[in-house]
């Protein structure tokens, strides 16, 4: 396994279903990130995550609910969304969020999980 | 400050023609741009980059091209192929304790046969 894998790579569910996505990353790397990309918009950043630390949540409603148990790993997990929610859901990684020189700050990103909720 | 302006929103171009895409920032404080590539159900794959003490990178048929004083950067494929059809995100990175990426707004490339 290489790169940042992503399951599941589709999935439908109702409004009032509970589920969740995966992220494992395989270039240990520190940080890791969601992203939300929607038809003809540009991607957005959801949640920032650098030593499993929780550094930024850019205004996302609580029925996305992050959580990152070690550096290799990020979970998205979903409540009562609505329609307008369905989207294609990246997680990428980097370095981590540090300025060393040596340290691009280029991200990797999965393959996306495909959310479509009815 | 902290917004990439990216142009066109879509390309149509000839296979063999040369797409070209551009992006301009206003933070001069960006020390990395990337291009990404993105095939239609696919995350975005890392294409090329560049650093603005360069004005040129090229590879292969993908070349950036870096205006730091115009504080623009643009994306030129050669040759262009209907492989090469894809959207294209320019991104601009900040230095710093937090490094952050800017995507542009992205630019989708058909490459007609």
């Known amino acids: 396994e290489t790169g940042v894998t992503q399951t599941p790579r589709h999935l439908v569910m109702g409004m009032t279903n509970k589920k969740s996505l995966k992220c494992e990353q395989h270039l240990g790397h520190n940080a890791m990130y969601w992203y939300k990309q929607s038809a003809k918009k540009p991607l957005e950043l959801m949640f920032v995550y650098n030593f499993k630390e929780q550094t930024e949540n850019n205004s996302v409603p609580s029925r996305f609910s992050p959580e990152c148990p070690n550096s290799s790993h990020l979970f998205l997990h979903l409540h009562t969304l609505q329609p307008e929610d369905s989207a294609l859901y990246l997680c990428?990684?980097?370095?981590?969020?540090?300025?060393?020189?040596?340290?691009?700050?280029?991200?990797?990103f999965g393959e996306g999980s495909r959310l479509t909720v009815l | 400050q902290q917004q990439v302006k990216q142009s066109p929103q879509s390309l149509i171009v000839q296979k063999g023609g040369i797409s070209i895409i551009n992006c301009a920032y206003e933070n001069t404080a960006f020390d990395y741009f990337p291009w990404y590539q993105q095939f239609p159900g696919k995350g975005p794959a890392l294409l090329i980059a560049?650093?603005?003490?360069?004005s040129e990178k090229k590879e292969g048929r993908f070349t950036i091209s870096f205006n730091k004083s115009a504080k623009q950067f643009s994306l030129h494929i050669m040759d262009s192929q209907p492989g090469d059809s894809a959207t294209y995100f320019c991104?601009?990175?900040?230095?710093?304790?937090?490094?952050?990426?800017?995507f542009g707004s992205g630019t989708q490339l058909t490459v007609l046969p």
């Open positions: 991104a601009a990175i900040s230095p710093g304790s937090a490094r952050q990426l800017t």
């Open positions: 990428a990684s980097s370095q981590d969020r540090g300025g060393g020189s040596a340290n691009t700050g280029e991200l990797f």
């Open positions: 560049i650093r603005p003490d360069v």
